[in-house]
């Protein structure tokens, strides 16, 4: 049996529920959660393993339109997602109607990447929202 390996980058706007999808994936609560925006200052690591598999998976800072420096650097982690992904998770929350940083959301609509769309917190929405 062949083992097969890959890079899974969680990205999208700030409070969506990245470090919560890590967390539920990796099984441990490697990233912090709270409804505090841009807690989640740098990547965060996380691997799972199968017998003939082995997924790393990575949370993300918040996408936003940087304003002073540490916000430019968090975006610099972002970016680096786009650097090792084999695959890229974009979360969105249920009835976003704003961008955050359009060009990121350019970059990603243009990436070869595969891109899984993932709309959370749907659970929290009334059916208008969702249909």
């Known amino acids: 049996m062949k083992h097969k390996a890959?890079?899974?980058?969680?990205?999208?706007?700030?409070?969506v529920g990245k470090s919560t999808l890590m967390n539920a994936f990796v099984?441990?609560?490697?990233?912090?959660?709270t409804s505090k925006a841009q807690t989640t200052r740098h990547?965060?690591?996380g691997i799972v393993n199968g017998d003939d598999f082995q997924i790393l998976f990575s949370d993300t800072p918040g996408i936003i339109k940087p304003a002073y420096e540490l916000?430019?650097?968090m975006m610099n982690f972002v970016k680096s997602a786009?650097?090792?992904?084999?695959?890229?998770i974009y979360m969105v929350e249920i009835g976003e109607k704003e961008l955050k940083d359009e060009s990121f959301f350019n970059k990603i609509?243009?990436?070869k990447i595969p891109v899984?769309?993932?709309i959370n917190k749907i659970d929290?929405?009334?059916q208008e929202e969702v249909e």
């Open 6 to 15: 890959g890079f899974v980058n969680i990205i999208g706007n700030p409070n």
């Open 27 to 33: 099984g441990e609560r490697l990233s912090i959660i």
């Open 43 to 45: 990547r965060i690591l």
């Open 71 to 73: 916000q430019a650097s």
């Open 82 to 88: 786009f650097e090792d992904a084999d695959v890229l």
């Open 109 to 111: 609509k243009n990436s």
């Open 116 to 118: 899984l769309l993932l």
């Open 124 to 126: 929290k929405s009334s």
